[in-house]
Structure formats: C-alpha cells, structure tokens
C-alpha cells in the first residue's frame, strides 16, 4: 500500500513558513513499510481541497490530511473530504461532551463555533485529541483504501498520530517493508554519476533509485520495497555493491552520513586534529565539523580572518605574499593553512580564501574562484584552486565548503 500527504493551510504557502508535517509523517510511513508516492500543501479553499483529495485517492490507498480542523470558517477539510467521498458530515454530541470538559478544565466556557469540530465525516471514527480540541478521523473506503484526517499543529499531530493512527495502520496493512541505502558523493556531478551508475540501477525496478544534487555534493538512494525486510535488504545491498566500485574514491558515504562526518572519522581513525581558517565562507567549514557530536576529539577550532589584517594579524601572513599575489591565491592559501597549522597545534589544517560575489574578482580569479589550502604536521603544503558557478553568492560558499572537506578528506586518505 502507498500514500498521499495533504498539508492544509493557506499559511504554508506564503515564504515564511513550511510544512514540517509530512516529513514526520514520511517516516513514520516508511517504517511500516508504507511508500510516499505524493505530497500536496494546499491553501484553504474548498474545491480546490475536494479536488486534490479525489486525485490522491486516485494515486494511493492511504490519504493522511493534515490541518484545517480547527473551529474557524477557514478550516474546511471536515466538508471537503465529505464532498470528495459523497458522503453526510454527521454531529456527534460525544465530542460536544468532550470538548466542554476541556474547555472547562482551563475554566473557560467553550464558545458555540467549537461545535463546528463535532462533525464527523459518515462512516468515520473519531481519534482523541489529548492535546487540542480539533479531533483526528479514520475513515475506512471500499476497496481497502483509508482517508486520516490529523490535526495541523505538530504538537497535536504526532502524540495523536502515535497513539492512535499507528496501532491501526499496523492492523491494517498487509505485510511489507522498505529497506534503503544512501550513498553520498564527493568531487563529481549528477550527470557524472548518473552516467557512471545508470548501467546498473537501470536493470532493476526494484530497488527505485534516486540522484539528488546540491552544492558539491550529490546523494544517491536506493530504495526496496518488499513483504519481508530481509529481501528488501538484500536487493538495495546488491545494487550497492555493484556501484560502489564505479564511483571509487568519490564515495565517502554509505550510510549516509554527511562529508565532515567522514572527515572527522578518518581523523579519529588516525588518533590526529584538524583546525581551519576561513575567510569568504566565514565559519561554515567549522561550523558543518562542530555540528558533529563527539567533534571535540578531533576538530580544535579555527580562525575567521575575512580581512587581510586579520590574515595578517591572526594567523601570521606575510603582507608582502597579499600584495604580490592577492588574497585569493595559492600562496595565501597556503600561508593561512601553515598559520593555523602553527597556531593550533593541530596535525591538519584547511584554509578558504576566495571570491563568492557579486562583487570583486580579477581578469585572472574572477568571482566564484576559491583556493582550498592544506596543511599538515606531516610535511604536506598545497593549494587547489576552483571556479565554481558565478552569481549566487551562498552557492559558492557552500561549493567552497565542501570542496575544502574533500580535499582534506582525500589528503587523509
């Protein structure tokens, strides 16, 4: 059995917030074995809310709705469902009853329009709502299929879903399971990878593979979809072994756990540190290594030097090396690695220096030119120079970051 999410709130689709529900709701599904083939946020509007829970129901047989319970006229997805389903909205006066108790509980009175969240959808069940006044419903379909209506506020939806959704689905669906695997790729591009891998995944409808791409940083999943978790498991571990060997050392996940995890893990595997200093991506190199737990093992902390006096000033460069070179140069960013190398104390070093935009740049480094910097106790001393795409300013600190956690993971290799 697969499903469809609905998220429902017109405040969804504004720039300030998104829907945080269908994530939690995805996982959930998937540990039952259950495949997400559809999400859809909707605005509160009527027909257009009937129309997207008829075509969902269409494309999977399980539709959870989350939002538009509430009390309010906004909140319309009681009457949408019922219309999309042909069937009566029913007043139950047990949830009246359950509802002014909460209400005085909190010694207030409960206000008439509250009444609007006592209608249930014909043939449905009502799901307790410990933590709120907007019920959940159960709505079994002919043919197997299930509509779950879930209140929107995430405090309100997972304890509900927990407590009551989970248990019934567990009874209801048939015996499956999905197993994955994610391996996270390093120094190539998507088209690169798809061309690379493409030969083997492509023999296979089962597992279904997907290649997802950011900046520098390309994620492919595997994902079987099988009655017993041990076939599963076994389908995804055959394709993996024969990919692996294709994308060589650019694989530095199989679990898929991020690049500075890896980084940080060959270093503790080397019982060695790692210090950095940064100027155009300002502490997110630093920032990516502490978000690790346990980092303090090996990571010691870094610079922020985005000026030249304070590459300078911090980490010893010589002004005459900026004046002959520029900032963004080889020998900068070697300099800043022996610097923070000296500082530190550290055995490994990494350095950024270079142009993210829009502004600045030369005929000879134009903006989206970045120079990575290694240095180590152990006698290495190099720069790379990149030339990542112009234009947007945060990209380029992102490729910047992530080219320099390659280089230095390869170096460690």
């Given amino acids: ?18 829907d945080t529900n269908s994530l939690y709701l995805t996982e959930k599904l998937n540990a039952l074995g259950v495949e997400v083939v559809q999400k859809l946020v909707m605005g509160d509007h009527r ?6 829970i008829s075509f969902c129901l269409e ?75 907007a019920p959940g419903q159960w709505i079994p379909l002919e043919g197997g299929k299930i509509v779950i209506l879930v209140p929107g506020p995430p405090g309100e939806m997972k304890p509900l ?6 248990p019934r689905l567990e009874k209801a669906l048939p015996k499956q399971a999905i197993a994955t695997l994610t391996l996270r790729i390093a120094g190539l591009g998507e088209s690169d990878v798809d061309a690379l891998t493409a030969p083997v995944y492509k023999r296979y409808e089962n597992p279904v593979t997907t290649i997802l791409a950011k900046a520098g940083d390309i994620t492919l999943h595997f994902r079987a ?28 996940s199989d679990d898929g756990s991020p690049l ?19 100027s155009l991506t300002g502490g997110m190199m630093g920032s990516r290594f502490a978000a690790i737990p346990g980092a303090s093992k090996t990571f010691v902390g870094g610079f922020l030097v ?13 002004a005459s090396l900026i004046a002959e070179h520029t900032e963004v140069s080889e020998a900068v960013a070697i300099a800043m690695a022996q610097g923070a190398l000296q500082k530190t104390g550290a055995a490994w070093a990494v350095s950024l220096t270079g142009y993210a935009g829009p502004d600045g ?45 390659n280089q230095l993971r390869l170096d460690l290799m």
């Fill in 225 to 252: 979809q099988c009655p017993e978790l041990g076939e599963a498991e076994r389908l995804v571990r055959e394709v993996g072994e024969q990919v692996k060997p294709l994308l060589g050392e650019k694989l530095y």
């Fill in 47 to 52: 027909g257009r809310l009937e129309a997207s």
């Fill in 260 to 278: 500075e995890q890896a980084v940080l893990r060959l270093l503790e595997k080397r019982g060695e540190s790692v210090a950095v200093a940064e």
């Fill in 59 to 133: 494309q999977a047989e399980i539709l959870i709705i989350s939002g538009g319970l509430g009390p309010t006229e906004d909140d319309l997805t009681r009457e949408s469902v019922a219309a999309a389903l042909g069937r009566e909205l029913l007043f139950d006066e047990g949830i009246v009853a359950t509802l002014e108790a909460r209400f005085a509980s909190f010694g207030r009175k409960m206000a008439e329009i509250n009444k609007r969240q006592a209608y249930l959808v014909s043939g449905g069940e009502a799901l307790a709502n410990p933590n709120g006044t």
């Fill in 161 to 166: 879903f927990e407590r009551e959704v989970l």
């Fill in 306 to 318: 985005y000026t030249n006096e304070q590459k300078v000033g911090l980490l010893g460069v010589d």
């Fill in 1 to 18: 059995m697969n499903a469809a999410i609905i998220a429902v709130g017109s405040e969804m689709l504004t720039p300030t917030r998104i």
């Fill in 361 to 405: 740049g030369t005929d000879t480094n134009p903006v989206g030119t970045v120079f990575v910097g290694v240095a180590s106790k152990s006698g290495v001393s190099r720069a790379q120079r990149f030339r990542f795409p112009a234009g947007d300013r945060e990209r380029t600190r992102q490729f910047a970051t992530q080219a320099g956690l």
